[in-house]
């Protein structure tokens, strides 16, 4: 799961079934507050050093998930290591409660969470698509604290998930549902995946 460095997750990964991946945009971010804030030459440095990660990024783009990895390891491996070395060496050179000094630690910890993307090629350097789909839900928390019950939360994270999974695949999701609430009773119930958002853009194509 990639995530920010917030403990309310931690239980998730307690078990062992899921598996902390750091956020290299929610790395970025940090430097880029204090920059704008403070017009740290050692923020702005760390964020053009980022820059080069998320170059090696664009380059990955429509790549296969081994070509990814071939690619990230060649290129963006380097730079994360010498980014990491880089910050060690500043962290001593400023004062450790300034807040340049609290972004680097914050860097400095998620690195290692950060590393996983480098070696599997389905793994992506940050988790911003999930943000970007999650905003309507940022947007609209306020009302969102009267859904009736956990049950009612639950179902609408559900729905929230079918209906961004439908756009991801380029199906829109109101004739999508339309289409599939009005033949899902007689659907048979182990081929309740043909009803799935990508099963019908695939059908469509």
Not at 186 to 202: G, M, Q, S, T, V
Request: charged share 25%.
């Amino acid at each position: 799961m990639h995530a920010d460095g917030y403990t309310g997750f931690n239980e998730l990964y307690r078990s062992g079934r899921i598996r902390e991946v750091a956020c290299l945009a929610h790395i970025r971010r940090k430097f880029v507050d204090v920059f704008k804030s403070q017009g740290s030459t050692i923020a702005e440095e760390a964020v053009k050093r980022i820059a080069c990660l998320y170059a090696v990024e664009q380059q990955a783009r429509g790549l296969s998930p081994d070509e990814r990895v071939q690619l990230r390891q060649a290129h963006a491996q380097p730079i994360l290591d010498d980014l990491e070395a880089w910050l060690q060496a500043q962290l001593s050179k400023i004062s450790g409660k300034s807040e340049l000094a609290r972004a680097i630690r914050y860097g400095l910890t998620r690195m290692k969470k950060l590393r996983p993307y480098l070696d599997h090629g389905f793994l992506e350097a940050d988790n911003n698509s999930a943000e970007r789909s999650m905003r309507c839900v940022a947007l609209g928390r306020k009302n969102y604290l009267f859904m009736g019950s956990e049950r009612g939360g639950q179902s609408a994270a559900i729905a929230y998930t079918l209906i961004e999974t439908a756009k991801l695949n380029g199906v829109d999701p109101q004739a999508w549902l339309t289409d599939v609430l009005s033949r899902i009773a007689d659907h048979k119930i182990n081929r309740i995946d043909e009803l799935l958002p990508w099963r019908c853009a695939a059908a469509a194509a």
